[in-house]
């Protein structure tokens, strides 16, 4: 059973940082593309940002490009989100995703979520 648990979730000031943790299990991490996502209320689930297998290079959404930065540790099975000089408009709830394959922008690409873990990011 595929299990991806998200973690570092919080409240922090405009500026601030924020860092985010997906520890995967039931899988062979290192043969998955990760990405994380977010969706705030009322507006569609967006990519934030992913990683290929087994590591490489990494593909950002525009928003977010210079401030966040995306890891992973394949000996932990883990993927990791950097967040800095965060933005009210960052607020949302943040999801790790897997997929088997190569890095992809859309949420539909992807075989297994987290259950998300919540962003709020106050003026």
């Known amino acids: 059973q595929v299990q991806l648990v998200e973690s570092g979730g919080g409240l922090v000031q405009a500026g601030g940082s924020l860092s985010l943790s997906c520890a995967a299990s039931?899988?062979?991490?290192?043969?998955?593309?990760m990405g994380w996502f977010r969706q705030a209320p009322g507006k569609e689930r967006e990519f934030v940002v992913a990683?290929?297998?087994?590591?490489?290079?990494?593909y950002y959404a525009d928003s977010v490009k210079g401030r966040f930065s995306i890891s992973r540790d394949n000996a932990k099975t883990t993927v990791y989100l950097q967040m800095n000089s965060l933005k009210p408009e960052d607020t949302a709830v943040y999801y790790c995703?897997?997929?088997?394959?190569?890095?992809?922008?859309?949420?539909?690409?992807?075989?297994?979520w987290g259950q998300g873990t919540q962003v709020t990011v106050s003026p």
């Open positions: 039931g899988l062979i991490f290192s043969s998955y593309s």
């Open positions: 990683i290929p297998w087994p590591d490489g290079s990494q």
């Open positions: 995703a897997a997929r088997a394959g190569p890095v992809a922008r859309s949420a539909s690409a992807y075989h297994y």
